[in-house]
């Protein structure tokens, strides 16, 4: 009987084609050393999901889910100080908007690209031999090599069993120009600049 809660999850039920949780969202920054210590949290959002999220580039982005990434970093970079912030995202905060935002905060970030994007374009407009992300990284020079442990896992309901063993990650970077997006909203005067990253 609480009101205001919003969706978080959708299940196949026992006696239901579909059974739908309800609650809220919370969105956490934790401050922690590079030495992975805790420090506290500067920022933390709660927030009951809406029936259904406009996902359509004609939507603004203040009006989208997503822009709490944006809110998060603005209020989490008045705390920096003498401190080096390095805002770390999942894949969600792959977008132009937060990109954006980021770069004019002179705000250091670190996200997991989710899209493969068109790079280093002279133009909004289509043209040929275009570079994409994924290219420009594989064809990157390594820088080096480390090993991390991946712990085995039993299968579960979205996951495969998976036996422990040491993995070889490989670490490559480039510079580029992220170009803007011809389908952003605020793009429609052309007015979006290309982001040095």
């Not at 770390?88 to 132009?96: I, K, L, P, T, W």
């Not at 309901?157 to 490989?170: D, T, V, Y």
Request: a positive charge.
């Amino acid at each position: 009987k609480t009101k205001g809660l919003g969706g978080i999850s959708k299940t196949k039920g026992r006696n239901v084609a579909e059974l739908h949780s309800k609650g809220l969202v919370m969105h956490t920054c934790l401050a922690t050393t590079t030495e992975g210590l805790p420090i506290g949290l500067l920022d933390q959002g709660i927030f009951a999901r809406k029936a259904k999220e406009e996902r359509c580039a004609s939507t603004p982005v203040e009006e989208k889910e997503i822009y709490r990434w944006i809110e998060s970093l603005r209020r989490t970079e008045q705390y920096k100080g003498q401190a080096k912030l390095v805002t770390v995202c999942d894949r969600e905060a792959d977008f132009y908007d937060f990109l954006q935002a980021a770069d004019d905060m002179n705000a250091s970030f670190l996200v997991r690209a989710k899209v493969n994007r068109s790079i280093n374009k002279k133009s909004r407009y289509a043209e040929k031999d275009v570079v994409k992300l994924w290219e420009l990284m594989e064809n990157s020079p390594s820088s080096g090599t480390f090993e991390v442990e991946v712990p085995s896992r039993r299968s579960g309901k979205r996951c495969a069993e998976r036996e422990g063993r040491i993995a070889e990650l490989e670490v490559k970077y480039a510079s580029f120009e992220l170009s803007a997006p011809v389908n952003n909203i605020r793009n429609r005067s052309g007015a979006l600049p290309n982001i040095p990253m």
